[in-house]
């Protein structure tokens, strides 16, 4: 029950009395102080006057402003209201109007009391985390982190600094970490730092391209030279030519192909497949990888003579689990360059979900907290990510569409309908991320989907398999995009 003393306030917008009464009477005897308005531009007039409500409860049909008009004009008058629609008609189109426009959450008539009043104790705690956020600060000024690589604690600071020293030649360099650290940000940072950062960069990542197709996008092909080559082709290498070229998941490599690269950088030369004619290249290699290539070159699946060429300066991504310090930063770093490309408006984080953001694993690493962040940040109804936002997955508060449980409860068509607009609005989430994260959608949720089912089997792709209904090969085939 709210302190008497500083009883939350709470404005009932409806244009039949006894719809106004009996909530009134309702939240009333919990010790809120309700106020009633009779009509949507009275319940407009209202907010605009103040003092402003905590929290305003809206009918949807009313005579003259409905609620969905009434619901814009209050969010224009003030973006941090929180408005909980009231309706006796649970369409898809009711649902996706109110969340669309920034209802916090919206309640099925006629009415379950306890209902009522659990949605009113959880607006009234968004309201409180909200004001909580305060005049909130990002921690990172974009400008200082172009390269897009964000974190202060000890081991980025040690990355860093290798960086720094190798920028100046043109030793090979070997990324490790596991997927979604950063690697490929690391690889373009030595590049655009480097003698070389006029000419092109060119990543190409090995696992993605088929064993019988490598060498010609790498060296390129002659016309004729195989089934399908109707013109000549010039490689990576070729294109590359005075710039830096990195190989992604370079342990992914054929070993017939690993041979070629060696060549190239013991001789700098290479020929194009069904070619005879030796071509000069002069790239500086850098490559990176998530496999163990010391066990790999025991094991004979990696050359070693390759291995000791490319692991001249050896960089290591740590996991985000080991710089949990940096989660904070990399937060504001998301939001802020989201903020600035229009790709969602909520550019804070209240306290408490940035509490539940450091304590989570990361088995995704960077790549899944930047999907999480972009995910929540499009969610959010008010000016600030809030723990509701945050999917249940990472120990948020609602699960990945914000659908109020009240509809899933009401009679089978209000039912699908809800599940049809829960399912559309996490589509858009992971379709809005998709396009975020540089890839095609499809891949992008395929990807996804077998991260965390591999995340919840502990990195059993046989057991991944057997959750998701399909191979244990089709697992592992997705993971390496992962």
């Known amino acids: ?27 009333s005897s919990h010790g809120y102080q309700v106020t009633e308005a009779a ?12 003092p402003v409500p905590h929290l305003v409860f809206l009918d949807v049909r009313m005579g003259g402003m409905g609620g969905i008009e009434a619901l ?14 009231m309706t006796a008609f649970g369409t898809a189109q009711t649902a996706i109007e109110a969340m669309k426009y920034g209802a916090f959450d919206y309640v099925m008539k006629p009415f379950d009391p306890a209902k009522v009043l659990s949605l009113a104790q959880n607006a009234l705690k968004a309201h409180a985390d909200l004001r909580a956020v305060g005049d909130y600060k990002p921690s990172v000024n974009p400008d200082d982190y172009r390269e897009g690589i964000v974190g202060n604690s000890p081991v980025m600071q040690d990355v860093f600094k290798v960086i720094g020293q190798v920028t100046a030649s043109d030793v090979t360099v070997m990324i490790t970490g596991e997927s979604g650290t950063g690697k490929e940000l690391v690889a373009r940072s030595i590049w655009k730092h480097s003698h070389r950062s006029s000419k092109a960069f060119i990543a190409v990542n090995c696992a993605a391209i088929p064993d019988n197709l490598i060498e010609s996008e790498l060296f390129g092909h002659e016309k004729g030279s195989f089934t399908g080559a109707t013109t000549q082709r010039l490689g990576k ?8 070229i990195f190989l992604d998941e370079i342990g992914d490599m054929a070993l017939a192909t690993q041979t070629k690269i060696l060549r190239v ?105 930047e999907n999480v962040v972009y995910r929540s940040a499009v969610i959010a109804q008010g000016d600030a990510i809030l723990v509701k936002d945050l999917p249940v997955e990472i120990g948020g508060g609602s699960a990945a569409a914000p659908m109020p449980a009240a509809v899933m409860e009401e009679s089978s068509a209000s039912a699908a309908a809800a599940a ?7 589509l858009d989430a992971v379709y809005a991320a998709a396009k975020i994260s540089g890839g095609g959608a499809l891949e992008f949720v395929e990807r996804e989907v077998v991260t965390r089912a591999l995340a919840e089997a502990g990195g059993d792709a046989a057991a991944a398999a057997k959750i998701l209904g399909i191979t244990k090969a089709a697992v592992q085939k997705r993971a390496k995009g992962a």
């Open 72 to 85: 814009q004009h209050i969010r224009s008058a003030n973006p941090r209201q929180l408005v909980v629609l």
């Open 420 to 426: 049809v607009v829960d399912i559309t609005a996490a």
């Open 39 to 50: 009509s949507g531009e009275q319940g407009v007039a209202m907010v605009r006057k103040g």
């Open 237 to 244: 290498f070729e294109l590359c030519d005075g710039g830096t």
């Open 265 to 369: 950088l013991q001789q700098g030369e290479i020929q194009r497949v069904g070619g005879t004619e030796t071509i000069r290249v002069d790239v500086r290699i850098l490559a990176a990888t998530d496999k163990d290539l010391e066990a790999m070159v025991k094991a004979k699946t990696f050359r070693e003579d390759l291995y000791y060429r490319l692991n001249v300066v050896r960089i290591r991504m740590p996991a985000l689990r080991e710089r949990t310090e940096d989660i904070p930063q990399i937060v504001d770093f998301c939001l802020q360059n989201l903020v600035k490309q229009r790709k969602a408006r909520v550019g804070k984080v209240a306290p408490e979900a940035m509490a539940v953001l450091v304590r989570h694993p990361w088995p995704g690493n960077v790549r899944e907290l």
């Open 1 to 27: 029950m709210p302190d008497s003393k500083q009883a939350p306030t709470i404005l009932v917008v409806d244009d039949d009395a006894e719809i106004r009464y009996s909530l009134t009477r309702v939240l």
